[in-house]
């Protein structure tokens, strides 16, 4: 009997084999197929162990560095806190209380149009930080003495004749945010931190608003309040200032670049005064007098140069000039200011407003705006004026000079 046998291996486990016998019983023509498998028996194997991946652990050690720095700076900012609630606040004595108790119910007896509330905090005319900061000799060099009286005239002659002559229609209410909405700058308030940089704020603001609205918005710089600050020794630094026309007079003539403000890590020199001395600050930090050291260089992460970020002022101009110390000094200036104004003082003013943008107004504080508590009438004070009321001084005894304030006007406001 002859047959043909084929086998062919499918697998390593599997093998198939085809016969196609011939029995006597069966015809010629049937083939019978006979498959047998053939299974090789599985090495016994290791059960396998799941490994925990790498980056797991990568992640738990992240979460546990984040969970750490949280809870340092937490209490970094308590213990800080501590400190600040026990080194700097003092409460009133006897004395000191009955003071201020007396200003606000003489405030609040008289019909000014505002009303007065007792502030802890308040301070005193008589305390030594409100003293004046230089002397008169000093202040011969405070204002700009590289100047001749003539020469310190030319611009503001200039735009007062300019204003005169200029036609505008003055609105009964007026907010330099709703004519220069895409100003970014002009919507900001800035905190002064520790710092008696009012001056250097309100100026600073002045100048990014000016900055804006001269270039219809396409130029967004902030001015470097930090630079300004530290780098115009002629201004006062932290100690405020006496003659406020020194920071736009040093605009004009060294330039100052960009900066935010402080943590914004913006600009050239962003403000380097921490906010952490409460609101309102303490007496005793304005005390410590501690002006930013002047580095004409740019943070490393700004990529711009000192030199290439500065700008500069075409000119600068005063509209108004009252104070006592400034007719002392500048007796021909002022003089010749008021004649030039022609006892249109406030409508000068409200023009270079309406045509340029805000201002800046300095003025002096009272011990009795310590206690404001609400009110129409009354110059509000916080760096950015909306409101150009009428601050009513109390004129008694009661009431001495505290310092003096400079602010941003931005517009006026009329309450009926």
């Not at 503001?156 to 002559?165: D, G, P, Q, S, V």
């Not at 201004?235 to 100052?256: M, Q, V």
């Amino acid at each position: 009997m002859s047959s043909d046998i084929v086998a062919e291996v499918a697998n390593d486990q599997v093998i198939l084999v085809e016969a196609d016998p011939k029995p006597p019983h069966i015809s010629s023509n049937t083939s019978t197929i006979v498959r047998n498998t053939v299974v090789r028996a599985k090495k016994d194997k290791k059960p396998k162990h799941k490994r925990t991946p790498w980056t797991y652990f990568q992640v738990l050690a992240l979460g546990i560095i984040l969970l750490f720095l949280i809870l340092a700076c937490v209490i970094i900012e308590t213990i800080s806190r501590l400190k600040f609630s026990e080194a700097t606040w003092t409460e009133h004595t006897k004395d000191q209380k009955k003071h201020h108790i007396k200003i606000v119910d003489s405030v609040n007896a008289k019909n000014l149009g505002w009303t007065a509330s007792y502030n802890r905090f308040a301070s005193l005319a008589s305390d030594e930080i409100f003293s004046s900061q230089h002397s008169m000799s000093d202040h011969n060099t405070l204002f700009l003495p590289r100047k001749s009286a003539k020469n310190e005239l030319e611009d503001t002659e200039e735009h007062i004749n300019y204003l005169l002559k200029k036609d505008v229609s003055i609105p009964e209410s007026f907010d330099a945010r709703l004519k220069w909405p895409l100003c970014w700058s002009i919507h900001q308030i800035f905190n002064q931190a520790g710092c008696g940089s009012c001056w250097s704020v309100s100026s600073a603001a002045v100048m990014s608003d000016r900055i804006c609205i001269a270039s219809n918005g396409t130029i967004q710089k902030q001015i470097s309040v930090n630079d300004l600050t530290s780098c115009c020794t002629n201004c006062g630094g932290c100690e405020g200032t006496e003659w406020a026309l020194s920071a736009f007079s040093y605009w004009k003539s060294t330039g100052i670049v960009s900066g935010g403000s402080f943590g914004s890590g913006e600009g050239c020199r962003p403000y380097t005064k921490p906010p952490t001395c409460g609101g309102p600050c303490s007496s005793k930090y304005y005390d410590k007098k501690e002006t930013p050291s002047c580095t004409r260089t740019c943070q490393p992460l700004y990529g711009v140069k000192y030199e290439d970020d500065l700008s500069k002022a075409s000119k600068v101009y005063w509209l108004r000039a009252n104070s006592l110390l400034i007719q002392q000094v500048y007796t021909d200036v002022t003089s010749r200011i008021n004649q030039l104004l022609q006892n249109k003082t406030v409508e000068i003013i409200q023009k270079d407003v309406l045509l340029h943008g805000p201002v800046l107004a300095c003025f002096s504080i009272y011990e009795d705006l310590q206690h404001y508590k609400s009110g129409d009438k009354i110059l509000i004070v916080f760096n950015k004026i909306i409101n150009l009321g009428v601050y009513n001084i109390l004129k008694t005894y009661l009431v001495n000079e505290l310092y003096g304030h400079c602010v941003r006007l931005l517009g006026e406001i009329v309450v009926y």
